[in-house]
């Protein structure tokens, strides 16, 4: 599944939020855990989505899009890798995308561990079972009652 919303320098939404989906291959079945996780069947992922090659396309034509910041939570170490790899599978060059015209990325689990360790004051920060602080998003949101 990929999912976006596009928004101007101020955070304002642009036009209509971003939702398809990748056909699995026909050799492959997803980790149980992943289905459990995201709540997407394989059966829901076949009849919705795009093959791989278009669902890349897609992809790749979001995020070239001039003066484009991509913006996620731990999508440094997750989804750009993922990005890479679907994007040199399908014969896009993996890096341009988040430099070429004047792009860029931002990971904001990066930011929120900079706000807990300068000024934790205003978020409430959950803790895991060993009593850290957790910065996953799920329970940063339940803690700080985002929806």
Request: hydrophobic share 40%; proline share 7%; charged share 25%.
């Amino acid at each position: 599944q990929f999912a976006a919303i596009r928004t101007d320098a101020e955070l304002n939404v642009i036009g209509e939020p971003e939702v398809f989906y990748c056909k699995p291959a026909d050799d492959y079945l997803p980790q149980p855990q992943a289905v459990m996780i995201t709540g997407i069947t394989p059966q829901e992922a076949l009849a919705k989505g795009d093959n791989e090659a278009a669902f890349a396309r897609r992809i790749h034509d979001l995020f070239t899009v001039p003066q484009t910041c991509i913006v996620g939570y731990n999508n440094v170490r997750f989804d750009d890798e993922v990005t890479r790899n679907i994007f040199y599978r399908n014969f896009y060059d993996p890096y341009a995308w988040s430099w070429q015209h004047d792009n860029s990325r931002w990971d904001l689990l990066d930011v929120m561990r900079a706000c807990y360790a300068l000024r934790p004051e205003g978020i409430t920060w959950p803790e895991n079972d060993e009593g850290l602080p957790s910065f996953r998003l799920e329970h940063l949101t339940v803690a700080n009652g985002i929806e």
